[in-house]
């Protein structure tokens, strides 16, 4: 084989079924759904299908599903209309939040807001008992992730909000990375809100929901328009919409399926890396309980000296393998990733990690072929370290 894509994490392909149902959108169906002639309609009751078909495999109600350009601005949206509608000065998160969750709430500073971290565990868990102990009367929000992005860890984030509903604080989750891939209902869950992207469910870029629970104090963030019942301005993105309602029905149909091939493939993986680097690396997140999807694998280095990430990184593509670091290149300088950081990994481990994100069309012999590039690369390094 050529090359394996190991970066489902990241996005995935459109699935066939999903790029079929938007084909008809863009060519044929293609009136904007705030017309009101023929064509507007046709786009508008598409959309409003999907809604209620998305509602439906959430647990939610039609009303409360929100179509938003992706995951970033469904969490910009939360966080920042929640401290409008409140008017706290407090937000309560994690360090190892995606960056879409840590930079609008760290931009809030500048009107007064203070940002309240709560330190994981070593495998990136936040405990309801943190949370509970954390919330004031100035807490706005609450924003955990459901399933980390880069470690894999699945937060408890039913306890979590039955802590802030007994706190009565709006409890937000970022679910980029469960929705579709492990069970989520809102109703059973007891989310009031909660932010989704389709690229990362074989689903079109550029198309994500906002669910706010009704009565969720919330003010909406995108001004500009009647879309969204007002609550997003922006022209309907209709094929994108389209393309996320199969993509989520598709997902859930296959989850049973896809979470099986997952674990297989993680145990193949697993096997291979005790094969061949026995003693010579760690799994950085949960051992046990995270998702099977993501697996982050950090090299042990030989006394201080750790391996070049990035060189890693780039002599598998070289290879034909795809895999990401979970780091930022800033100002030419390697930086650990902050997820590593947060939960204690020592900085040259850090640097040395990869992270390995299954997707439904990986096989075991790609794991194969994995292993085997990684053998080869591993040793070259490590032999260019010792001179």
Known sequence: MDSVYFDNASTTCV??????????????????????????????????????LIAKLLGAEPSEIIFTSGGTESDNAIIKGAVAATRKTEILTSPIEHHAVIHPAESLKRSGVNIKYLQ???????????????ITDQTAIVSLMHVNNE?????????IAA??????VPFHSDTVQSVGKIPVNVRDLGLDSMSIS?????????????????????????????????????????TGIVGLAEALK???????????????LRETALAGLNRCFPGKFQINGPQNG???????????????????GEMLLLNLDIEGVCVSNGSACTSGAMEPSHVLQGIGVPEPIAKSSIRVSFGK????????FFIGKLEGILDRMMAANMT
Not at 163 to 168: A, P, T
Not at 294 to 304: A, R, S, T, V
């Open 151 to 159: 470690i894999g860890t699945i937060n408890p984030i039913k306890e």
């Open 163 to 168: 802590v802030c509903r007994e706190k009565k």
């Open 198 to 238: 389709a690229h990362k469910i074989y689903g079109p870029k550029g198309i994500g929901v906002l669910y706010v629970k009704n009565g969720t104090p919330w003010i909406p963030w995108l001004q500009g328009g009647s879309q969204e019942r007002r609550r997003r301005g922006g022209t309907s993105n209709v």
């Open 15 to 52: 699935d066939k079924r999903v790029m079929d149902a938007m084909l008809p959108y863009f060519i044929e169906n293609f009136g904007n759904a705030n017309s009101a002639h023929q064509f507007g309609r046709t786009s508008k009751v598409a959309i409003e299908d999907a809604r209620e």
């Open 120 to 134: 994981p565990d070593s495998s990136g868990l936040i405990n309801p008992e943190q949370v509970a102990k954390a």
């Open 250 to 264: 598709v997902a859930v149909s296959e989850m049973d399926g896809n979470i099986k091939k997952f674990e297989i």
């Open 361 to 368: 069309q990986n096989t075991t012999e790609e794991v194969d």
């Open 290 to 308: 995270g998702v099977p999807h993501i697996l982050n694998i950090g090299f042990i280095p030989d006394g201080d000296k750790g391996l070049d």
